[in-house]
């Protein structure tokens, strides 16, 4: 056995070897921080130095910790579950009215909510989900003056407001012919319920095809009971009415497959097919 290859001398060449090791690692590592763009900025900010008054240009610290007060605020704000919302104009007490929005959830109550919201009314809800979607309204949740409600107004309501827009009703022919009766309960019995007082929506002077016992009559039917008791309710209890009659709405919201025609035209034209005309365009 040689001296080089004694025991303590092996054991020092090992750590001298090791001290290499780490030495050439810390030099990789300091040249690759130097390297990345934000080391000079967080540096800078660790020691609360700004880039201006170490380098006397720029001022690239006092933006960065700019950037960093907007970032905390962000996440207070997140932490402490705050939304934002569109915004909505002050009323007055006076001015300011206690809404209910019955269907709100649907594709025309949906936009009746928005545009209620944003005068600065307090606006209720009510909505079965049937055919209306919580994403429809979902940016006005949590709002201190909005509220929903999931009730199906076949049952009654007991709640105080000063106006009712009532558009709870399956709108589509496929929607309303899917459960007839439910159809007409929702029309009649459903605005009996909200007489007290009442809107609803369907030009005046159209007084339609009566067919009472065809496909579409649980709607139609239901709906012409409706304006009937809209108006004995005002003649006999002074409820203050107005019967808006609305056709072919279409926008933004509306259900892919509603089934009604402007849908269907814009649906077959997405899809590069025929647009279907039926009975010669006599009526859609
Ligand atoms: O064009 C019209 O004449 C129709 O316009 C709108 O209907 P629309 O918004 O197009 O249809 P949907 O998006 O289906 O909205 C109807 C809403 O009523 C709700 N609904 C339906 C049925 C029911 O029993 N209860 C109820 O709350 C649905 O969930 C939905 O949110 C009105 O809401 C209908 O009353 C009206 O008949």
Redesign the pocket.
């Given at each position: 056995m040689t001296l080089w290859n004694s025991l303590p001398l092996r054991m020092i060449r090992k750590k001298v070897k090791m001290a290499v090791v780490c030495l050439c690692f810390l030099l990789a590592l300091t040249v690759f921080y130097h390297q990345l763009p934000v080391s000079a900025d967080v540096t800078r900010l660790l020691s609360g130095r700004s880039a201006g008054a170490e380098g006397g240009e720029g001022g690239g610290g006092a933006d960065l910790q700019e950037e960093l007060r907007k970032m905390e605020n962000k996440i207070k704000t997140l932490e402490q579950g705050k939304k934002i919302y569109p915004e909505v104009k002050f009323l007055t007490y006076k001015d300011r009215k206690r809404i209910l929005v019955?269907?709100g959830?649907?594709?025309?109550?949906s936009h009746l909510v928005d545009r209620l919201m944003m005068q600065g009314h307090e606006v209720t809800v009510v909505?079965?989900?049937?055919?209306?979607r919580k994403r429809n309204v979902e940016h006005w949740v949590g709002h201190e003056n909005f509220e929903l409600l999931h009730h199906?107004?076949?049952n009654p309501l007991y709640i105080e407001v000063d106006q009712i827009y009532h558009?709870?009703?399956?709108?589509?022919p496929p929607?309303y012919m899917y459960n007839p009766i439910?159809t007409l309960k929702?029309n009649t019995l459903?605005t009996i319920n909200m007489l007290d007082p009442e809107i609803?929506?369907?030009n005046e002077d159209y007084w339609g095809h009566v067919n009472p016992i065809g496909p579409r009559a649980c709607y139609d039917e239901g709906?012409r009971v409706a304006e009937t008791m809209c108006y004995a309710y005002e003649k006999q209890e002074n409820v203050e009415v107005r019967v808006a009659r609305?056709?072919n709405?279409f926008g933004p919201r509306m259900?892919m497959n509603d089934g009604r025609v402007v849908s269907n035209f814009i649906l077959q034209a997405l899809q590069n097919e025929s647009i279907t005309v039926r009975m010669g365009g006599q009526r859609p």
């Open positions: 019955t269907g959830a649907g594709f025309v109550g909505d079965n989900f049937f055919t209306g199906d107004i076949v558009l709870a009703s399956p709108a589509s929607n439910k929702t459903g609803h929506p369907q709906k609305i056709f709405t259900h």
